[in-house]
């Protein structure tokens, strides 16, 4: 496990270090098949796009891609938008040429 909605247990740095777990949102908005998912602290988007979309415990079938500054999954026709905090290190590698 590599963490949970509280906590990372590789101590990245970044906000969710910073004692904002009390003020800690989130919320699931939409109707339909569409969908957001938005969160203001841990876990990173990128890191939960990674746990519903790879082996072994991913859904078969969904894909995960970057539409502006959120992830979106798609399974079939269905998008559920993540909008939550990106991992550096993964944008970095984004915006390499």
């Known amino acids: 496990m590599i963490g949970n909605w ?4 590789l101590k990245r740095p970044g906000r969710h270090h910073n004692g904002d777990e009390d003020r800690y949102e989130k919320q699931l908005s939409g109707s339909g098949r569409r969908w957001t998912l938005r969160w203001n602290g841990f876990p990173n988007a990128d890191d939960v796009a990674a746990s519903l979309t790879s082996a072994p415990v991913g859904i078969p079938a969904a894909v995960a891609r970057v539409v502006g500054d959120q992830i979106e999954i798609r399974l079939g026709r269905a998008p559920l938008r993540l909008s ?3 991992d550096p290190a993964q944008q970095r590698v984004e915006a390499a040429p």
């Open 6 to 9: 509280f906590s990372d247990r």
């Open 84 to 86: 939550a905090r990106r």
